[in-house]
């Protein structure tokens, strides 16, 4: 009996599994044949669903652009004054006093927290480490801490962002906890990001003498606010920035224009797809300002893009940081920005593309209307440091053509 028993215990278990197997295995057999016969049914569904998708981004292409004639037609005005205004006191201004009376410098030595102080660690291209940078030297002025996180790189191009190795800061350092902040902290609280949509007191803060006039400001009216305090070239590279939209780009600032931004290069890493040079100028088309010829500065790391615009639109006029190179930038070393290219520079090319870099910034920021896309940083950079006024619809994204999502904007 002994050694009966086992047998039939197994094969009384082993029945259920042997039953569940064959049933398993018709079920994905009719399933098979059921979804063969129905494929090119849910193949004309997807389709039509691809096609109505379509249809519903051209119906939002076509909205989208008559809000921003109408805009242009009916604030026109006020927002090229805008723009200028922008241009003469915080960008390009006949003096250094005319920023620092209106935006000064902040002051990373004033904070009331005397136990702990915030430290960033900087990481990744300049535009994503300089967005969180921003975010979380603003959540320090939040919580009244004093803050450390720039790096070599910021301090050598920028006004300090956030306390330095001079000695007026050892006190600062010794005396309090380090207390590090993750990039998570500030981005994936979306209240700690300072989306549009959330409202802010910053009406009496003190820290690095930084206050806000309006209690209940928004939280995109708030970053551009900030930004002006946080950002700001040293004095020889806006001198230098301003100097080439003076002469290089004949007073861009001081004209009303089109900004491309193309980006490319490492991109298709991240699984983008670049827009063709035929949907900018596309887009560019129904945009006139007073009648007068097309104007179209094109801020781009791929400077082979030039040739094809001007072929495509050889009555517009095309200005461009590209134009400035040897060849025009038509060689390798222009023909798409990759961040692990940065390694391989020396000091003077790296100079160099952050002088071309710093020049394009100020143009796409100050352009009356911008034309980009969303999935780099620098777009959401520009967004950022447009004057607060400036109405929503200038600023167009070509790979989000229903609407760009709000979160995206950081």
């Not at 292409?61 to 922008?86: A, F, M, N, P, Y």
């Not at 949509?197 to 009496?204: G, K, V």
């Not at 309006?214 to 606010?225: A, Y």
């Not at 222009?334 to 090319?349: E, R, T, V």
Request: proline share 4%; hydrophobic share 35%; charged share 25%.
């Amino acid at each position: 009996m002994r050694s009966y028993q086992p047998a039939a215990t197994s094969a009384v278990r082993s029945y259920p599994l042997t039953t569940l197997f064959v049933c398993t295995t018709l079920v994905v057999v009719l399933c098979l044949s059921t979804f063969s016969e129905q494929a090119p049914f849910l193949r004309t569904l997807q389709d039509q669903e691809k096609t109505f998708d379509q249809q519903l981004d051209a119906a939002a292409h076509i909205v989208r652009h008559r809000e921003l004639i109408e805009v242009l037609e009916t604030k026109g005005d006020e927002i090229s004054k805008l723009l200028r205004d922008s241009a003469n006191d915080y960008f390009c201004p006949y003096s250094q006093d005319v920023v620092w009376n209106k935006y000064p410098p902040l002051d990373f030595g004033k904070c009331e927290d005397t136990e702990t102080y915030n430290h960033f660690s900087f990481a990744g291209g300049m535009t994503n480490g300089l967005k969180f940078l921003f975010l979380a030297t603003l959540i320090s002025v939040e919580q009244g801490r004093c803050f450390e996180g720039g790096t070599g790189l910021t301090h050598q191009y920028f006004q300090d962002i956030g306390f330095t190795h001079h000695t007026r800061y050892a006190p600062v350092r010794s005396s309090r906890v380090k207390n590090e902040l993750d990039w998570k902290t500030v981005w994936d609280n979306l209240r700690n990001r300072r989306i549009e949509s959330e409202h802010y007191d910053f009406s009496n803060t003190t820290t690095f003498g930084y206050s806000h006039p309006d209690p209940n400001v928004n939280g995109l009216s708030l970053k551009r606010h900030f930004m002006r305090r946080f950002w700001q070239l040293r004095p020889q590279y806006r001198e230098k920035t301003c100097q080439s939209l003076l002469v290089d780009h004949h007073d861009l600032l001081q004209k009303d224009y089109i900004a491309f931004s193309v980006r490319r290069g490492d991109k298709y890493l991240e699984g983008f797809s670049y827009p063709s040079m035929e949907e900018y100028v596309v887009a560019a088309d129904p945009i006139v300002f007073d009648g007068k010829d097309k104007l179209v500065y094109v801020a781009t790391d791929d400077c082979s893009v030039m040739q094809e615009l001007r072929a495509l639109r050889p009555s517009w006029t095309f200005e461009s940081q590209c134009d400035l190179l040897d060849g025009g930038g038509d060689d390798e070393n222009h023909k798409g920005f990759a961040l692990s290219d940065m390694i391989k520079m020396n000091m003077s090319d790296k100079e160099d593309h952050y002088r071309k870099f710093f020049v394009e910034i100020y143009a796409m920021a100050l352009s009356k209307v911008f034309i980009g896309v969303s999935y780099t940083n620098v777009s959401w950079w520009i967004y950022m440091l447009r004057p607060d006024g400036v109405d929503k619809s200038t600023f167009l994204m070509l790979d989000t053509k229903r609407t760009f999502d709000p979160l995206a904007v950081w």
